[in-house]
């Protein structure tokens, strides 16, 4: 159903990488919703994933850009500018990536190398984008922006390893950017944490089937869908959630409110 929450407004989605990825359900709602989209997602996911047939059945722009890069933000940029003759008025950061994840390495056992390519792709970037984008005027006043997290950045999942501390430091960033945006251009910054969610990034981790079926019974709605989260993110891009800024926002079925539930005790 649509609502027509986003008509008029204009807005970037990364990280919609094929038709399982948060980003790709967010794209979809969001352009139901009314709202004109550009997409983007790093040159190597052209080659891995489906994004360009996903811009194809929205009919919108697809800009490749490595978001670790500071010239590939600042040409993204451009771009959104000319498409949209204006700035934007939401962002959607739906990012994350890690080599120690990928490769096995336990948390205590890190390569550091990678650890700095996890901090780079999963949070800085997402600094690099408000950075650039607000040194490029592209957000309109009022606007809303929104990324991705998971309740690790808070307690300990050891299997989902240095992402932890990506997810710790991309909530702090929200935060710090969310003031200065806010008092300059009354610009909204959110995070969602998200339930464990089958997707690529999601199943890389280790051990994501146990617990994904953990937390679904640990949640007394069970774990909220990749659909259910678009319909949020809809609800914060829109004008309905003007005062809400600065806050990691649970999308998770009531998880991150458990203790126990009684079905694991049995
Ligand atoms: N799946 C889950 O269980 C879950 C739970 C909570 C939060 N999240 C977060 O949701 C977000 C989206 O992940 P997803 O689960 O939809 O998986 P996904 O694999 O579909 O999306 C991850 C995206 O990151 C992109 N990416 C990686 N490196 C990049 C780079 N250098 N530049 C630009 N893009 C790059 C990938 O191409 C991909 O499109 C991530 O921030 C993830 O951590 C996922």
């Known amino acids: ?10 807005g970037i989605i990364t990280g919609a990488l094929d ?4 980003a790709w359900h967010v794209a979809r709602r969001a352009s139901e919703e009314g709202a004109t989209l550009l997409l983007t997602n790093a040159p190597v996911a052209m080659r891995l994933g489906q994004p360009s047939a996903l811009a194809q059945r929205l009919g919108v722009p697809l800009v490749p850009a490595d978001l670790t890069q500071i010239a590939d ?10 498409y949209f003759g204006g700035p934007i008025d939401f962002l959607l950061h739906s990012v994350g990536m890690s080599l120690n994840v990928r490769k096995g390495k336990a948390y205590p056992d890190i390569d550091y190398e990678f ?3 996890t901090l780079d792709v999963s949070a800085i970037s997402f600094h690099k984008l408000l950075q650039i984008g607000r040194r490029k005027e592209a957000f309109a006043e009022g606007g809303s922006i ?21 997810k710790a430091l991309l909530e ?13 251009r009354g610009i909204r910054v959110n995070i969602v944490s998200q339930s464990p969610t089958p997707t690529t990034a999601g199943m890389g981790i280790e051990g994501f089937q146990a617990m994904y079926e953990y937390a679904h019974q640990m949640s007394p709605l069970g774990n909220a869908s990749a659909e259910a989260c678009a319909d949020f993110i809809v609800v914060l891009f829109s004008d309905l959630t003007r005062g809400v800024t600065m806050q990691t926002l649970y999308h998770d079925g009531g998880f991150s ?10």
């Open 1 to 10: 159903m649509s609502y027509g929450l986003l008509r008029g407004k204009k």
């Open 73 to 82: 933000i600042e040409k993204l940029y451009d771009e959104a500018l000319k």
């Open 257 to 266: 409110a458990m203790g126990v539930a009684e079905e694991l005790l049995r």
């Open 19 to 22: 038709e399982r990825s948060i």
């Open 146 to 166: 929104v990324a991705l997290s998971y309740i690790a950045a808070q307690r300990v999942f050891p299997k989902y390893n240095d992402m932890s501390d990506a």
């Open 172 to 184: 702090s960033i929200a935060r710090m950017f969310g003031y200065f945006l806010g008092k300059e």
């Open 115 to 117: 650890y700095q390519k």
